[in-house]
Nanobody, 123 residues
């Protein structure tokens, strides 16, 4: 069983940056694919990025450039850096995990979810 706890969300002005963190429990963190999804009010949940235990990354096409996913296996933590924030980035951001070498983009394929952290970008 893996528990995920996100932090780092908040209210930020457009153009600013945030780094979201996802702290994971468990002793086999390095074997898990980690990812981030987001869900804006009234919209479907969407894939943002994923990273393998070895550091291979994959991004949704629309997220390349301003979003950077990373992880520190020694700290059992994954991160999502978001730069040049836009009001359209306002959403609840969820950390996900799956014991796999693959990097799924479908939310249905992830086994573990955090509670989410709210990111609000003001114009």
């Amino acid at each position: 069983q893996v528990q995920l706890v996100e932090s780092g969300g908040g209210l930020v002005q457009a153009g600013g940056s945030l780094r979201l963190s996802c702290a994971a429990s468990g002793r086999t963190f390095s074997s898990y694919a980690m990812g981030w999804f987001r869900q804006a009010p009234g919209k479907a949940r969407e894939f943002v990025a994923a990273i393998s235990g070895g550091g291979i990354t994959y991004y949704a096409d629309s997220k390349k450039g301003r979003f950077t996913i990373s992880r520190d296996n020694a700290k059992n933590t994954a991160y999502l850096q978001i730069n040049s924030l836009k009001p359209g980035d306002t959403a609840v951001y969820y950390c996900v995990a799956k014991d796999s070498v693959r990097l799924p983009v479908s939310s249905d394929e992830y086994d573990y979810w955090g509670q989410g952290t709210q990111v609000t970008v003001s114009s």
